[in-house]
Structures are given as C-alpha cells and as structure tokens.
C-alpha cells in the first residue's frame, strides 16, 4: 500500500514565524501535492510538483513556498505565517498518470496564533 | 475550466437506509473521476475511480457510482448504509494533461448516520 506521511498532526506556531510542513511517500511517486482544506471550501491546491527540484503554482500560492530536493520528500514553507493560514494542510503524491488517483497523507492541522 | 458541483452540503440518513450522493462535472471530453471519503480528522481516502468503459463502477466499503455523459453526473451510491459509513464524501475529476494531472475537488458532501 502507498504510504504517505506528514511529519505532525497538530502544529501550533506563532504569527511571522517561518513553518515547514514536511510530508514523505514511498511508492516512488513523481508528482507529489499540497492542499489546504477549509469549511464549506473543500480542497485547494496550493502547489504541486511533478518532479525533483520542479514546482508549480496551483490555485492559492501566496504566502507559501516549496521544496522537492528528494523524490520523495515534499516540504511546504510558510514563509512568514499569519493566522489566515490556519487550516488543515494536506500532501498527496501520485504516478505520473491521468487515471492513477492520488494518495493522501492524514493531514497537519495548523494553527497561527 | 473543469468544475465540479456537489450540491448537497450534508445529508442525513438512517442506518440501513439507501444512499444517494450527488455529483456533477464540467468537461469537454471523456473525464477521469474519483470518490473519495474523509473520515474525521483524516486524510482522503479513494473510494473508486472512473476512467472509462463501464459506466457502473463498484469501489470499496459496498459503495458504486454510475457515470451519465447525457447528466454530466457521477453519483456515488450504497444500497444500505452503516453507522461507520459517516464522512465527508468528495468527488474530483482531473485536469492538466502530461506530467501535470491535477485533481479539481468538489466541496463535499457530509453524511450523518441516525441509528
């Protein structure tokens, strides 16, 4: 079975600190995917990469970096975070197909105080 | 741009009753699409998968969804339903192409399950 990991569960950090969300899989995937899930707003990609080293914006990427120096490794920076980005962060990955779903990880809920 | 509407917001049913989630797309050609399941402080789970061929398409936990080109529909569907069944039910459908599939998600559909 596809195995996805994020590093916490629960993160609670302070408004301007800089926060890494690290996630790790280990099928081999190429792409790999962060969302942030809202209330009444559903799933929203934030970036997605589909490649060591390469990334690619998705629908809401302001405030928020990436890094992929690993295949298997993808790790979301928010930069300097605010309390609008309190919300439950999720990571994916998935073969470089159309019709292969995409696995999940089981979620970092973040909190900015 | 690919869209995707579930127009329940939440649904109750009770246990043993039958299921009906509704979905439907917008998309100019033959869609790829997923159910997925979120139990509560969870991440996604893939309930089944649509790419083509056979428009009834069986998944896990009992659940099967049927694909309606004619409606721009894929309803999720469970003849009866169990306590445990109580999620958030997303449906998605891919965009991009290339090495750039991407997952466009509706905005759920919570179900609660009255014993």
């Known amino acids: 079975d596809v195995k996805v990991t994020q590093s916490s569960r629960y993160l609670v950090k302070r408004t301007g600190e800089k926060v890494f969300l690290e996630c790790v899989q280990d099928?081999?995937?190429?792409?790999m995917f962060w969302y942030r899930q809202d209330p009444g707003l559903g799933l929203r990609l934030i970036y997605f990469?589909?490649?060591?080293?390469?990334?690619e914006k998705g629908d809401i990427p302001e405030g928020y970096s990436v890094s992929r120096e690993k295949k298997e490794r993808f790790s979301l920076i928010l930069e300097s975070a605010s309390t609008n980005q309190t919300s439950m962060y999720l990571c994916?990955?998935?073969?470089?197909?159309?019709?292969?779903?995409?696995?999940f990880g089981d979620g970092t809920r973040l909190s900015i105080l | 741009a690919q869209s995707v509407t579930q127009p329940d917001i939440h649904i109750t049913v009770s246990e043993g009753a039958s299921l009906e989630l509704r979905c439907n797309y917008s998309?100019?050609?033959?869609?790829?699409l997923f159910w997925y399941v979120q139990s509560p402080g969870q991440g996604l789970q893939l309930l089944l998968k649509?790419?083509?061929?056979?428009?009834l398409v069986q998944g896990i936990k009992g659940f099967e969804a049927e694909f309606k080109r004619s409606q721009s529909s894929f309803n999720l569907r469970k003849p009866s339903v169990h306590w445990s069944d109580a999620a958030e039910y997303f449906c998605?459908?891919?965009?991009?192409?290339?090495?750039?599939?991407?997952?466009?998600f509706g905005k759920g559909t919570l179900l609660t399950v009255n014993p």
């Open positions: 994916a990955s998935s073969q470089q197909v159309g019709n292969q779903p995409q696995h």
């Open positions: 099928m081999d995937h190429e792409n």
């Open positions: 649509y790419f083509s061929g056979d428009t």
């Open positions: 998309y100019g050609a033959t869609p790829y």
């Open positions: 998605a459908v891919v965009r991009g192409g290339g090495s750039n599939y991407k997952l466009t």
């Open positions: 990469s589909y490649d060591v080293k390469m990334k």
